[in-house]
């Protein structure tokens, strides 16, 4: 199967840069994004016609018409966060989702009415307390339903009723919050402490299992129901992890300029993923894996220079297997005439170039759909498919 790099749909409408994106559940086809303009967008990729020429941004092309690139449609905006947004999740049941930022709150959406169910952290507990919220930004957040289930497995993607959120902050600590409570719902039902820097990244691959990536170097696999924390060293500081779809390995990107894909048995390292050409030595980069599991796919510090001296973003794409590049695709500002008119300028009184850098992405159906989407300094997200 060919690698899906031709961009099919742009999603327009952040004043910021995007910093976190996830695809409705199961073979849904919305997309929904978090911005640091604090607000989380829903898109349909799809135009509303198959001539699209709404984009009042875009200018006249000598190329044919035929070659445009299409913009997805705004279903819904959600706007409650105080600061940006820097990460999602959403349930199996497409009803509600999650998100987190820099207030140093976990927020539970009802997807229909726009509207917060609930919040989760803030004035709870004092600032050295490991009962309350969250004392600083919250890096990540997922939806834990197969935690406590005794009949749930790694395969049961439906398992648990998702009553269950798991949050990562830059306090070091991992909390689980109960989505059913009512009274005192500040307080989280657990806090995991053992990190000793920034929490980056947190996945439920598995039954009453926690991941947690930290910025310390090291991936903590916790076991609720026993309290076990068995802990893989990895070196670098680790700024994401991913788990295969069957469990039982997991990707972890760290800033050494490699992915490493580790057996959850045993810790062994089975492939490191890595180019010459490929830089992550400074900022968060999200990696997944796609294509029903047969590629690694991340982000990339480094920007190709574009046309009219916008910095186009970079994607990488790995064989899961061999480990070799399948795909190195160029990533652009956004649409023709989209470049912000707003110039940058440095301390030494010149216009700085702008760049696209590729910070977070999704896969649609959880890796094993026909498209996938990614968003970063731009502001302007680009879905990439087979047409």
């Known amino acids: 199967m060919a690698f899906p790099d031709k961009p099919i749909a742009y999603l327009l409408g952040s004043n910021g840069p995007v910093h976190a994106l996830t695809y409705s559940a199961s073979a849904g086809t919305y997309i929904l994004t978090g911005s640091a303009d604090r607000s989380i967008r829903l898109y349909n990729p799809q135009p509303s016609s198959s001539n699209n020429n709404s984009n009042s941004n875009s200018i006249t092309s000598k190329k044919p018409a035929a070659a445009a690139i299409p913009e997805g449609r705004l279903i819904q905006t959600y706007a409650a966060h105080g600061y940006e947004v820097l990460s999602l999740c959403i349930s199996s049941s497409n009803a509600k989702f999650a998100s987190c930022g820099g207030d140093r709150l976990v927020f539970l959406w009802d997807v229909s009415t726009a509207q917060t169910i609930r919040r989760f952290g803030g004035s709870g507990g004092s600032s050295n307390s490991t009962q309350g919220g969250h004392t600083a930004r919250i890096n990540c957040v997922t939806f834990g339903g197969a935690l406590f289930s005794s009949t749930s497995s790694p395969d049961d993607s439906s398992s648990g009723d998702e009553s269950l959120l798991i949050s990562g902050s830059l306090d070091a600590s991992v909390r689980i919050w109960d989505v059913r409570a009512h009274g005192g719902a500040h307080r989280p039902v657990q806090t995991l402490s053992e990190a000793r820097d920034s929490v980056t990244s947190v996945a439920c691959p598995g039954s009453a299992e926690i991941v947690a990536g930290s910025v310390d170097g090291r991936v903590r696999t916790y076991d609720v129901r026993t309290g076990r924390c068995v802990t893989d060293v990895v070196g670098p500081p680790v700024t994401s992890v991913c ?31 890595a180019h010459p ?62 470049e912000p008119k707003k110039k940058v300028v440095g301390k030494d009184g010149k216009e700085k170039e702008r760049t696209n850098v590729i910070s977070c ?17 731009s502001g ?7 047409h």
């Open 243 to 273: 788990a295969t779809r069957d469990a039982r390995a997991l990707l972890v990107g760290g800033l050494d300029s490699r992915l490493r894909l580790l057996d959850r048995d045993t810790g062994a390292c089975l492939r490191t993923y």
């Open 277 to 338: 050409e490929f830089r992550n030595e400074g900022l968060r980069l999200q990696s997944l894996m796609g294509g029903k599991d047969q590629y690694v796919l991340t982000g990339d510090e480094m920007t190709a220079t574009g046309s009219g001296g916008s910095g186009e973003g970079r994607l990488w794409a790995w064989d899961v297997l061999t480990g070799d590049v399948k795909a190195k695709i160029r990533v652009p500002w956004g649409p023709a005439g989209y």
């Open 380 to 386: 302007v997200v680009t879905v990439f498919g087979y």
């Open 361 to 377: 992405l999704a896969w649609r159906d959880g890796g094993y759909g026909d498209q996938f989407c990614v968003g970063g300094t």
